[in-house]
């Protein structure tokens, strides 16, 4: 008995989609954000910055700092020295993660006489990538405490790559900013 599979060609194109899409260079960054629901927001309105200890290469850390100067800038903040109201002070670190996408499938078995079907195997793709996660502390120069807080996350890719995912989560941490 011979069975013709017709669904094949259908399954490739899905296939050849799916790959296309997640090579797709456009990062994906998550954003959550806490802040301190006691503190009154309208009084802050300078910052500096502290990148001192990011760990950053300069191409990333100038990148964020970009970011950071453009983002601050389009809500009314204005740069000053160590007299600002609020220090920025933003945190990169970087962790091993695993995707698991079960799948599965007829398999077919080819031989001599034909092909067959053989029944439903379950496959699972597992990738392992690298997640970088941004932290942006807003802390108050009086108080020392943080009033405010973003993280950002996206998996780790190529310096152009990483510089716009940056750079996203940046301005989405700011949007989110109270004030």
Request: charged letters at 15%; glycine letters at 10%; proline letters at 3%.
């Amino acid at each position: 008995m011979k069975l013709k599979f017709k669904t094949l060609p259908c399954l490739t194109s899905i296939t050849v989609i799916c790959a296309l899409t997640a090579c797709s260079t456009a990062p994906s960054v998550t954003v959550k954000t806490d802040y301190d629901h006691a503190a009154t927001f309208g009084k802050y309105h300078t910052y500096a910055i502290d990148t001192a200890s990011t760990g950053l290469g300069p191409t990333t850390a100038a990148a964020l700092e970009s970011s950071l100067r453009s983002s601050l800038g389009g809500r009314g903040f204005k740069e000053s020295g160590r007299n600002a109201d609020l220090y920025i002070v933003p945190t990169v670190f970087t962790r091993q993660q695993l995707n698991v996408m079960p799948g599965g499938g007829m398999t077919v078995y080819r031989s001599r006489f034909g092909s067959y079907g053989g029944g439903w195997a379950m496959n699972a793709d597992v990738q392992q990538y690298t997640e970088g996660s941004l932290v942006i502390d807003f802390v108050d120069r009086k108080t020392h405490k943080i009033v405010f807080r973003g993280l950002g996350q996206a998996a780790v890719g190529s310096t152009e790559r990483n510089a716009a995912a940056i750079q996203e989560a940046v301005n989405k941490i700011v949007a989110a900013y109270p004030g």
